[in-house]
């Protein structure tokens, strides 16, 4: 994963840089990381995610899993290689307390500031905004 650090923008030690900044890591955040590669994305891709584990199907976790009726290793969305494959980072157990659209940053909790030129992040548990859809303002 191509993650950038640079002093030079003011931010300080604690600032990196991403070319794709998705905020959320279930199947909806992997589902938008997946769409921009589809799309042509080149740039590096970085989830920050609450969760402590990568994207995983949650109805089987609850329907099948917690009833003994299937394996851990059938919950993942992807192989836990496809991630370095597409040059996709994680960052899991974290979580972004500001998005501050006009500087195109997150900050999360532990102060660690994220800049990006894109992102996508689910709103309000509203619509997925996708920066690649020429949408001006998230729906």
């Given at each position: ?11 300080g ?6 070319g ?24 590096p ?14 109805p ?25 494959q ?54």
């Amino acid at each position: 994963m191509s993650v950038g650090h640079d002093d030079r923008d003011g931010l300080g030690s604690g600032s990196h840089r991403v070319g794709l900044l998705i905020v959320g890591g279930g199947p909806a955040g992997l589902a938008c990381a997946r769409g921009y590669r589809d799309a042509g994305g080149s740039a590096p891709v970085l989830m920050i995610s609450a969760d402590q584990y990568p994207p995983y199907n949650r109805p089987p976790l609850t329907k099948d899993y917690l009833r003994g009726e299937s394996a851990a290793d059938t919950l993942p969305l992807v192989d836990a290689d496809w991630y370095a494959q597409h040059d996709v980072g994680l960052v899991l157990d974290t979580r972004v307390t500001r998005i501050d659209r006009d500087a195109r940053q997150v900050i999360t909790a532990a102060g660690t500031r994220w800049r990006t030129t894109s992102w996508c992040w689910r709103p309000d548990r509203g619509r997925p905004y996708f920066p690649w859809k020429a949408q001006t303002t998230p729906a």
